[in-house]
């Protein structure tokens, strides 16, 4: 029994395999096959198989890359930031200061400072802060 293999080098994700599965079914309802670059067809031989009754292996899941520590995004000058902190949305901006120094010689030349509304705080606020200057009086 001959079987018919596709082979690519390139590393496909669960989408397109399902894609790939389905252009082979018409393929072989048709008779052509058309294949992208890449992608080449090989025949291999096989004396005798048995089909094994048995669960099929799960894919290995990729983890999702880690959420960056800080984002901000602003549609345009006028509109209100949208502040995401290790991927998730922080509500209730009250102030939200970040800057970068450059051309400098301090060790920590990135600060964050964000105060948000948290009713469940005993301020009735929180903040998220790193390297914050302290001046003193």
């Known amino acids: 029994m001959k079987i018919l293999v596709v082979k690519t080098d390139v ?10 599965r389905i252009e082979i079914e018409k393929a ?11 992608m080449d067809l090989a025949t ?11 669960p ?6 990729i983890l999702p890359a880690a959420a960056p520590l800080l984002q901000i ?14 991927g998730e949305q922080i509500e209730e901006i009250i102030n939200a200061d970040f800057s ?7 060790m920590n030349p990135t600060h964050i400072d964000i ?8 301020c009735g606020t929180k903040a998220i802060v790193y390297n914050r200057f302290l ?3």
């Open 11 to 20: 590393p496909l994700d669960r989408g397109a395999k399902e894609k790939m």
């Open 28 to 38: 072989i309802k048709t008779g052509i096959v058309i294949l992208d670059g890449g």
């Open 44 to 54: 291999i031989e096989v004396e005798d198989f048995t089909i094994v009754n048995e």
């Open 56 to 61: 099929p292996v799960e894919e290995k899941a």
């Open 73 to 86: 995004e602003l549609d345009d000058i006028n509109s209100a930031p949208r502040v995401f902190y290790k």
């Open 100 to 106: 970068y120094v450059t051309n400098t010689e301090l």
């Open 115 to 122: 105060e948000y509304m948290d009713k469940d705080s005993k």
């Open 135 to 137: 001046v003193e009086g």
